[in-house]
C-alpha cells in the first residue's frame, strides 16, 4: 500500500518556491516563485535580488529613506528572476510565489503567458499596486489562489 501522507502538488511546488526564497539577501522580504508546465514539470524558479553581476555589498539594502539609497529601484522581484531563468515556453503555466505579485510584476506574468497564480501571503492587498495587479490579472483570466502557509515534516519511515 502506498504511503498516504505525501506532499501534494501545491504543498511541492510552493516548497520549492520557499526554499528559493531562502536565497535572497534581502533583509526584510524574502520571496521565492517557481514556474510549472501543464505536465508539473518546473521550468523556472527566482527569488529577489540583485540583477546578476552586481555585488550585494554595494548596493543598499534598505527600504526606508532617498529611494537611490534604498533597495527599490536594485532589486528585481522573484515572479522576473523566475520567467528570465525559465527554461521552456510559459504558456498555460501555474506560478507558485510566497508573497502576492505587485502590478510591475503582473504585467511581466501575463506577458509570459501564465495561466494561474498560487500564493501565500497577501500582506500588501490594501495597497494600490496589489489592488492594480488584483484588476489586471482578474481581466486576462489569470486564476488567483491563496493557499494556507507550508508545514512540512519529516518523518523517519519504516525500511
Same mark, same amino acid.
Request: with cysteine.
Given at each position: 500500500?502506498?504511503?498516504?501522507?505525501?506532499?501534494?502538488?501545491?504543498? *511541492?511546488?510552493?516548497?520549492?518556491?520557499?526554499?528559493?526564497?531562502?536565497?535572497?539577501?534581502?533583509?526584510?522580504?524574502?520571496?521565492?516563485?517557481?514556474?510549472? /508546465?501543464?505536465?508539473?514539470?518546473?521550468?523556472?524558479?527566482?527569488?529577489?535580488?540583485? %540583477?546578476?553581476?552586481?555585488?550585494?555589498?554595494? *548596493?543598499?539594502?534598505?527600504?526606508?529613506?532617498?529611494?537611490?539609497?534604498?533597495?527599490?529601484? *536594485?532589486?528585481?522581484?522573484?515572479? %522576473?528572476?523566475?520567467?528570465? /531563468?525559465?527554461?521552456? %515556453?510559459?504558456?498555460?503555466?501555474?506560478?507558485?510565489?510566497?508573497?502576492? %505579485?505587485?502590478?510591475?510584476?503582473?504585467?511581466?506574468?501575463?506577458?509570459?503567458?501564465?495561466?494561474?497564480?498560487?500564493?501565500?501571503?497577501?500582506?500588501?492587498?490594501?495597497?494600490?499596486?496589489?489592488?492594480?495587479?488584483?484588476?489586471?490579472?482578474?481581466?486576462?483570466?489569470?486564476?488567483?489562489?491563496?493557499?494556507?502557509?507550508?508545514?512540512?515534516?519529516?518523518?523517519?519511515?519504516?525500511?
Amino acid at each position: 500500500m502506498k504511503r498516504q501522507s505525501y506532499l501534494s502538488w501545491d504543498d *511541492y511546488f510552493m516548497g520549492v518556491a520557499l526554499l528559493s526564497a531562502q536565497r535572497s539577501k534581502d533583509p526584510n522580504t524574502q520571496v521565492g516563485a517557481c514556474l510549472v /508546465n501543464p505536465s508539473k514539470r518546473i521550468i523556472g524558479i527566482g527569488y529577489n535580488g540583485l %540583477p546578476t553581476g552586481l555585488s550585494d555589498e554595494a *548596493y543598499p539594502w534598505n527600504n526606508e529613506g532617498d529611494f537611490l539609497a534604498t533597495k527599490y529601484p *536594485y532589486v528585481v522581484h522573484a515572479e %522576473p528572476n523566475a520567467i528570465l /531563468n525559465s527554461t521552456a %515556453p510559459l504558456q498555460g503555466a501555474t506560478l507558485y510565489v510566497t508573497l502576492f %505579485p505587485c502590478h510591475e510584476c503582473s504585467k511581466l506574468i501575463i506577458q509570459s503567458g501564465v495561466k494561474e497564480i498560487v500564493y501565500i501571503e497577501d500582506k500588501y492587498q490594501e495597497k494600490a499596486s496589489s489592488i492594480a495587479s488584483k484588476r489586471m490579472l482578474t481581466d486576462v483570466g489569470i486564476l488567483l489562489r491563496q493557499m494556507p502557509a507550508l508545514r512540512v515534516t519529516c518523518s523517519k519511515t519504516d525500511a
